[in-house]
């Protein structure tokens, strides 16, 4: 298999050209036309996730958040990506990364997140041109008390705490979700009348929201990593001759 056939496979499902200007998605080790043979598919790439892809005979790397992400001033092994770079060079694994793009897609992040709540009605919350955008927003089979609603939240997403605002007084139906640092979405979220937003990486400030809207943090890694089952169940629907992995490591990685 080549590696541009694999890429194209993803890029179809989220396309480059939608990701935001500060993101890097794409190949960040490797040449297109190289030829690889199994794929590790995790959320994070690590010098350990590496070690694995050696270990189980996988000449790519997939993830979600790309290896190089803020310029590089050197690669020494000191530095965690410097070495996972020099880790990946030597053991010639290409290693691909589908961020933003696989955060604006209908089927992505997002509606991963809108599925595990069972939300209904699921629609991109900050819609752009083309039909793409980031979050979703959808209502729940039923109206929930706040209480109800942030416990099944913490089912959903395996949490035993959850950071949130204070609790709304009325029913919650409609919810919001983005994946990731999602707190710049809080006005997105109140435009879509929801009663509840859920994202990660929630600063002090922002649960500071009006009346009869809450904001709760499930996490930067709980709200993305399924994404990992999506990558990986589609390049073994689209490839099925292509061994598909996902990682192992419990750091990048947990059912």
Not at 144 to 170: T, Y
């Amino acid at each position: 298999m080549i590696l541009r056939e694999v890429m194209a496979v993803l890029e179809e499902f989220a396309p480059l050209r939608i990701q935001e200007e500060w993101d890097n998605s794409g190949l960040q080790i490797g040449s297109p036309g190289q030829e690889v043979h199994a794929a590790l598919i995790a959320l994070d790439c690590t010098p350990e996730l590496v070690q694995e892809a050696v270990e189980r005979g996988c000449d790519l790397i997939i993830t979600h958040h790309p290896l190089l992400f803020e310029p590089l001033r050197r690669i020494v092994p000191e530095d965690p990506v410097g070495r996972t770079v020099l880790a990946a060079v030597r053991a010639g694994i290409a290693v691909y990364a589908l961020h933003t793009p696989a955060d604006k897609v209908k089927g992505g992040v997002s509606f991963a997140m809108a599925r595990r709540l069972g939300l209904q009605n699921v629609r991109i919350l900050a819609e752009e041109e083309g039909g793409v955008g980031l979050g979703a927003v959808g209502e729940l089979p039923e109206a929930l008390s706040a209480e109800a609603a942030l416990e099944a939240v913490k089912r959903a997403f395996g949490l035993k705490a959850l950071r949130h605002s204070r609790p709304v007084e009325g029913p919650v139906r409609t919810v919001a979700v983005c994946g990731g640092s999602g707190a710049s979405l809080i006005p997105d979220a109140l435009r879509a009348g929801a009663q509840l937003y859920l994202c990660g990486d929630v600063s002090y400030h922002r649960f500071f929201v009006p009346e009869g809207f809450m904001v709760a943090d499930v996490g930067h890694f709980e709200s993305e990593v399924k994404i990992v089952e999506i990558f990986c169940a589609l390049l073994r629907k689209k490839i099925p001759n292509f061994a598909s992995l996902i990682s192992e490591q419990k750091t990048i990685w947990q059912a």
